[in-house]
């Protein structure tokens, strides 16, 4: 039988009726669309009751930015019940007893010969996605400090981590999933389905493949022959016969208390799970169905595609996470309304755009009350702090000017800005760096192709071979002297002061990428600049200084 029972819902309330209108209704009165949410909830349930919000993917492949959205739609309407001083609790659940897709089986080496299997089957491939995601969420602020590297928390509290191969395994439904067996027939005329026999799939006793054909159904047992090896087999065991998706979901709804779920639109739609599964909550668990967060589409930041780990995946929230604060990312979700689409990139335009707005949002927070409450559902931090910063394009401008010396670059951003806190500078100029190195190399480093190596480098080389003093050695160079040097160096017509690059790497480095170029075409300098990591970067710099 079901964990617990919800709370069963009586007539909606007026004001409900009127707000909610429908999957894709809001009311826009509200400071924030999570508050509308939560106000749904805590109107639907009673003031003792924990309300659960469950957040739901498929380890295919690595989670990417657009399926983070889904969790932090949940996060979001998490904390604002809190704000309205209700408990609630999130549920991740991953669903790892989805077989995988024939597909995708052909085209990755790790899932060859898994098709029509658990995803958890390949179980080192399944857990290091989810425990990739994990870390994730641990960096961004959702997953709670207690949670271990599986999601796994102690009972009670306001986070748990479902694996669904493993609770099916373990029956954790066995009684309620008998009752849909036995009851399929008429779950198939609730959901418009001609045979009750189409809602569910054998994994085959012999080969392991869902690639089943029902030949009889009841409440005990499920008389099958395989497609994939020609078994023909009866399975006794509910944790072998995996419901559609469609049952799935209202299976774990009715079993979890589940009380709330954001779902993308296009599973929201006429004719999508969470239409179609209407008449079950109503004319067989009779408990409502879920408030529903509908939420839009991320797409890039080209193009009208979303981004799909079916299409090559990524990018990833950790891509997210090496050039934004935390807040800034969750910011990025959270700034809009949940229905509209999002466009997310890496490009200067996205990057600088979107730090210059976070900036100015995070200045309001103190004079705005709707800035002030998005502020609050974003994180527990104080804004204080990051309204003292210089602006990102302050930040490339400082590294640029000196040499990608992040200490050279501090030392200047501290005199002009003296307020500014040195710890968050410190994660600005981090997020710059790893910017610089992954994404705006060819917008501030771009390349001019090969330069003949002249009489200009050869001059240089051996001033600098000389020098002893601060800085590079003087001399009347014209423009196409500079154009020559900084092609030698970077490939570019431009780069940072010839006596920035002097006192960060030194004359003798210098020279030596001079000369390795004019002798072998490389250009080490370039590669320290704009290429590795941002550590090796940094290590790098601070060895040549």
Same mark, same amino acid.
């Given at each position: 039988?079901?964990?617990?029972?919800?709370?069963?819902?009586?007539?909606?309330?007026?004001?409900?009726?009127?707000?909610?209108?429908?999957?894709?209704?809001?009311?826009?009165?509200?400071?924030?669309?999570?508050?509308?949410?939560?106000?749904?909830?805590?109107?639907?349930?009673?003031?003792?009751?924990?309300?659960?919000?469950?957040?739901?993917?498929?380890?295919?492949?690595?989670?990417?930015?657009?399926?983070? $959205? =889904?969790?932090?739609? +949940?996060?979001?309407?998490? !904390?604002? %019940? #809190?704000?309205? &001083?209700? *408990?609630? /609790?999130?549920?991740?659940?991953?669903?790892?007893?989805?077989?995988?897709?024939?597909?995708?089986?052909? $085209? =990755?080496?790790?899932? +060859?010969?898994?098709?029509? !299997?658990? %995803? #958890?089957?390949? &179980?080192? *491939?399944? /857990?290091?996605?989810?425990?990739?995601?994990?870390?994730?969420?641990?960096?961004?602020?959702?997953?709670?400090?207690?949670?271990?590297?599986?999601?796994?928390?102690?009972?009670?509290?306001?986070?748990?981590?479902?694996?669904?191969?493993?609770?099916?395994?373990?029956?954790?439904?066995?009684?309620?999933?008998?009752?849909?067996?036995?009851?399929?027939?008429?779950?198939?005329?609730?959901?418009?389905?001609?045979?009750?026999?189409?809602?569910?799939?054998?994994?085959?006793?012999?080969?392991?493949?869902?690639?089943?054909?029902?030949?009889?159904?009841?409440?005990?047992?499920?008389?099958?022959?395989?497609?994939?090896?020609?078994?023909?087999?009866?399975?006794?065991?509910?944790?072998?016969?995996?419901?559609?998706?469609?049952?799935?979901?209202?299976?774990?709804?009715?079993?979890?208390?589940?009380?709330?779920?954001?779902?993308?639109?296009?599973?929201?739609?006429?004719?999508?799970?969470?239409?179609?599964?209407?008449?079950?909550?109503?004319?067989?668990?009779?408990?409502?169905?879920?408030?529903?967060?509908?939420?839009?589409?991320?797409?890039?930041?080209?193009?009208?595609?979303?981004?799909?780990?079916?299409?090559?995946?990524?990018?990833?929230?950790?891509?997210?996470?090496?050039?934004?604060?935390?807040?800034?990312?969750?910011?990025?979700?959270?700034?809009?309304?949940?229905?509209?689409?999002?466009?997310?990139?890496?490009?200067?335009?996205?990057?600088?755009?979107?730090?210059?707005?976070?900036?100015?949002?995070?200045?309001?927070?103190?004079?705005?009350?709707?800035?002030?409450?998005?502020?609050?559902?974003?994180?527990?931090?104080?804004?204080?702090?990051?309204?003292?910063?210089?602006?990102?394009?302050?930040?490339?401008?400082?590294?640029?000017?000196?040499?990608?010396?992040?200490?050279?670059?501090?030392?200047?951003?501290?005199?002009?800005?003296?307020?500014?806190?040195?710890?968050?500078?410190?994660?600005?100029?981090?997020?710059?760096?790893?910017?610089?190195?992954?994404?705006?190399?060819?917008?501030?480093?771009?390349?001019?192709?090969?330069?003949?190596?002249?009489?200009?480098?050869?001059?240089?080389?051996?001033?600098?071979?000389?020098?002893?003093?601060?800085?590079?050695?003087?001399?009347?160079?014209?423009?196409?002297?500079?154009?020559?040097?900084?092609?030698?160096?970077?490939?570019?017509?431009?780069?940072?002061?010839?006596?920035?690059?002097?006192?960060?790497?030194?004359?003798?480095?210098?020279?030596?990428?001079?000369?390795?170029?004019?002798?072998?075409?490389?250009?080490?300098?370039?590669?320290?600049?704009?290429?590795?990591?941002?550590?090796?970067?940094?290590?790098?710099?601070?060895?040549?200084?």
């Amino acid at each position: 039988m079901p964990r617990r029972r919800r709370a069963r819902k009586q007539s909606p309330e007026p004001r409900e009726e009127a707000r909610s209108g429908g999957l894709h209704a809001q009311d826009r009165t509200a400071a924030h669309w999570a508050l509308d949410y939560a106000r749904r909830l805590a109107d639907r349930h009673p003031p003792a009751h924990r309300i659960l919000i469950q957040t739901s993917m498929s380890p295919t492949g690595y989670f990417h930015i657009g399926n983070f $959205r =889904d969790t932090v739609c +949940a996060h979001l309407v998490h !904390r604002a %019940l #809190a704000r309205m &001083g209700r *408990r609630s /609790a999130i549920l991740l659940s991953f669903d790892d007893y989805d077989p995988v897709r024939e597909s995708q089986a052909a $085209r =990755d080496p790790e899932l +060859a010969d898994c098709g029509g !299997r658990p %995803l #958890a089957e390949r &179980g080192e *491939r399944a /857990a290091r996605i989810c425990r990739a995601y994990l870390a994730e969420l641990r960096a961004v602020g959702i997953l709670p400090a207690e949670a271990d590297d599986d999601g796994r928390t102690p009972p009670g509290g306001d986070w748990e981590t479902h694996y669904q191969y493993e609770r099916y395994r373990a029956g954790a439904y066995r009684e309620i999933q008998r009752r849909y067996q036995r009851d399929a027939e008429r779950l198939a005329t609730l959901l418009g389905k001609g045979d009750g026999r189409d809602l569910f799939a054998v994994y085959c006793l012999q080969c392991g493949r869902n690639t089943t054909e029902i030949h009889r159904l009841d409440g005990h047992a499920a008389r099958y022959r395989c497609l994939s090896c020609g078994a023909e087999l009866t399975a006794h065991d509910p944790a072998d016969v995996k419901p559609s998706w469609a049952l799935d979901w209202t299976l774990r709804v009715a079993y979890e208390g589940i009380d709330c779920e954001p779902a993308g639109q296009d599973h929201c739609s006429a004719g999508s799970t969470m239409d179609r599964t209407r008449p079950v909550y109503d004319g067989y668990l009779g408990s409502p169905q879920p408030v529903i967060v509908p939420y839009g589409l991320v797409r890039g930041e080209r193009g009208g595609g979303k981004i799909s780990g079916s299409l090559g995946g990524g990018p990833f929230v950790r891509d997210l996470l090496a050039v934004h604060p935390a807040p800034l990312v969750l910011w990025l979700y959270a700034r809009r309304n949940c229905l509209s689409d999002l466009r997310l990139g890496f490009g200067p335009g996205p990057f600088l755009g979107a730090y210059d707005e976070f900036d100015r949002f995070v200045r309001a927070v103190g004079r705005d009350e709707r800035a002030r409450i998005l502020w609050e559902l974003l994180t527990d931090e104080e804004p204080g702090g990051y309204a003292t910063l210089p602006r990102m394009r302050s930040v490339l401008g400082a590294l640029y000017a000196h040499g990608s010396s992040a200490d050279a670059a501090r030392r200047h951003l501290v005199a002009l800005h003296p307020g500014a806190d040195r710890a968050l500078l410190d994660e600005r100029l981090g997020h710059a760096l790893a910017w610089l190195t992954e994404h705006g190399r060819d917008h501030y480093w771009a390349a001019t192709g090969d330069t003949p190596a002249g009489p200009a480098i050869d001059l240089l080389i051996e001033q600098l071979r000389q020098h002893t003093g601060a800085g590079a050695p003087r001399a009347g160079r014209t423009r196409e002297d500079f154009r020559e040097i900084y092609g030698a160096l970077f490939g570019t017509a431009h780069g940072p002061r010839l006596d920035t690059l002097a006192d960060v790497f030194t004359p003798a480095l210098v020279a030596d990428a001079l000369a390795a170029y004019r002798d072998r075409g490389e250009r080490p300098l370039r590669a320290r600049l704009s290429g590795g990591s941002d550590r090796s970067r940094q290590e790098a710099l601070s060895r040549a200084s």
